[in-house]
């Protein structure tokens, strides 16, 4: 049994505590929040060992492994203190609320040899690992071109002041949404490295972003639109997709629906000449406990299974956040 200890039991803490609670390789050994009540609930009805301390925990239950799921401003000092502990750590997104401090935890983690994943939960789509395997395939011929979108109804009204209106916490569509696009982005196709130029437009927030629109160029030369509102209520719920064009062929895909087009016979296994249409239901795995969605399972356990040393500490690292850290960073840095 792999002994994990969660630290912050907000809204994905507890999701992520459902999912470990339930795993059968795993033993949840401690949990650690600031709040009393949902302390006292925690230990009182679902018997975990609580604390209000971390560093605490991890002197008292000595995990395995760690969850991080606290807001982003604490995210550089609790893993730092994590990583000089020696243990693994699995940590919620965005990693950093700079490149410089992520670039630091990078370097520790490496160092000290532990399994390291960030919470970028679309790597783990079964519409997104399928591009992923045409794109590298080459049945698209020479790409051209990409659009990166996302929209949704987070943010519709002028609302009172949260952590989603305090760059300082985190807040801002960048770093909360279009951070999971970029990254998406850069597993996909490769990783952002310049940013030709940007809008950051605020419509009901006063602090932070609602929507970013900037014109980026990835690592291979290859440059396309990243396009993500928060503020757009004609969806029910935010929606991500991908689209890339290239000499031979283009695709089309969301969460639940993937589209290619393939202008010769036999380009990939499994596709004709033409329109392609295939969805969600085709391409996921199935999981043991299902929360919102697969992913969120599929990525914690893929963590577990990388503890264990069942498979290769290669997806959601720590490095491949720093990447989307330091693409967020160009793109502030791009706005004029």
Known sequence: MVKVALIGAGKMGISHLSILGAHPDVEVVGVCDTSKMVNDFLSRYCNFNCFTDYKKMVNEVKPDAVVVAVPTKFHYSIIKDLLESK???????????????????????????????????????????????????????????????????????????????????????????????IDLLNDILSPVTAVKGSLLKSIYSKSVEDAVYSLVELSNKLTGVLSVNWSDETYRKMSTSLTVIGTK????????????????????????????????????????????????????????KAVEGKVPNTINTFQSAWYTDRAIDLIRKSVK
């Open 87 to 181: 243990v693994h750590i699995f940590a919620e997104k965005p990693f950093c609320l700079t490149a410089p401090q992520g670039e630091e935890l990078v370097k520790l983690a490496e160092k000290q040899g532990k399994v390291n994943q960030v919470g970028y939960h679309n790597k783990f789509i079964g519409t997104f690992g399928e591009v992923k395997k045409i794109v590298n395939s080459g049945a698209l011929g020479q790409l051209n071109h990409f659009v990166a979108e996302s929209y949704g109804p987070v943010v519709i009204k002028a609302k009172q002041e949260t952590w989603r209106s305090d760059p300082s916490e985190g807040g801002g569509c960048l770093l909360d949404y279009a951070s999971h696009v």
């Open 249 to 304: 062929g283009k695709i089309v895909s969301d969460a639940n629906e993937l589209k290619v087009f393939l202008k010769e016979e036999n380009a990939y296994p499994g596709y004709s000449k033409g329109w392609n249409v295939k969805y969600i239901t085709d391409l996921t795995e199935e999981v043991d406990f299902y929360l919102r969605g697969e992913e969120y399972s599929a990525q914690l356990d893929y963590f577990v």
